[in-house]
């Protein structure tokens, strides 16, 4: 595991930019892996700013995002559907059939999480997987747990994620609980991982993951098994490294 300390979050996303833009130069069709949350939005501006102003091209992209939650439609704003075509998809050339996010409206779940499974092995798999990470060490939505699971998966969220998460809604009770998320394995079998963290309070996850023992209560701790994963943070993140 590579780790890279950056001096602030705006060093930060300009830095997971460049991995990101660098990984498509080297392979037009690269097959990327995405999160959502308030951590990617800095690299997100950075990398829509690069194909404005440098002609970034992700023409030949495609990209998986990590999670869905459970019950909202597309068109809800909460949607990491909307999340995604708001912060990026709607000012890039990622072509609209490349763009996979499970569907959190899907009729029956357990066919929802094999589809998209299927669809990643398709594809032959992730080159780049982006990640967040929960203040629980959750990634994707992997939830601390006393199994590592697999693949592609409905989860219920621990109330930490709710309470965090509850912030970008109109009130606590409208979070949903349930989320669509890729498996562990699915995760790990990316060819390559960049881990994203800024702020104090990602200090002690980060801690964990990277000097603690790989344990499924911090389900970001598996990565340091990862033959090429980066984890970039910015110092306030990397307090207790
Ligand atoms: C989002 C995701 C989550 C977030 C994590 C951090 O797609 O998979 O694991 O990355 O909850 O969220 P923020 O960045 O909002 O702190």
């Known amino acids: 595991m590579r780790i890279y300390i950056a001096d602030d ?49 992700f023409s030949q992209v495609i990209t998986f995002n990590l999670d869905e939650y459970w019950g909202l439609s597309p068109e809800n704003d909460q949607s ?10 709607n000012h890039v050339n990622v072509k609209p059939n490349n763009i996979h996010i499970p569907n959190g409206l899907a009729e029956d779940i357990n066919d929802e999480c094999k589809r998209y499974e299927e669809a990643i092995r398709q594809a032959n798999g992730l080159d780049l997987q982006v990640l967040g990470i929960g203040r629980n060490g959750h990634i994707g939505f992997n939830e601390p747990a006393t ?30 609980t349930q989320a669509i998320t890729m498996g562990i394995k699915t995760i790990m079998q990316a060819k390559k991982i960049l881990l994203l963290a800024n702020g104090e309070g990602k200090a002690q996850a980060i801690k964990e993951a990277v000097t603690g023992e790989v344990n ?18 910015d110092k306030a993140a990397a307090k207790y490294l």
């Open 9 to 57: 979050y705006e060093q930060m996303s300009v830095k997971a930019a460049l991995i990101v833009a660098g990984q498509i130069t080297m392979k037009a069709d690269s097959i990327l892996g995405l999160c959502t949350g308030s951590t990617p939005i800095g690299m997100y501006k950075e990398l829509v700013k690069m194909h404005r102003q440098q002609g970034l091209d």
């Open 80 to 89: 990491y559907h909307y999340f995604m075509h708001e912060n990026f998809f």
């Open 147 to 176: 199994e590592f699971i697999g693949e592609t998966h409905l989860v219920e969220l621990d109330t930490d994620t709710i309470n965090a998460n509850a912030r970008f809604f109109a009130s606590r009770a409208e979070v949903p």
């Open 216 to 233: 499924p209560s911090v389900p970001a701790s598996i990565l340091q098994l990862h033959p090429d994963c980066t984890f970039l943070v």
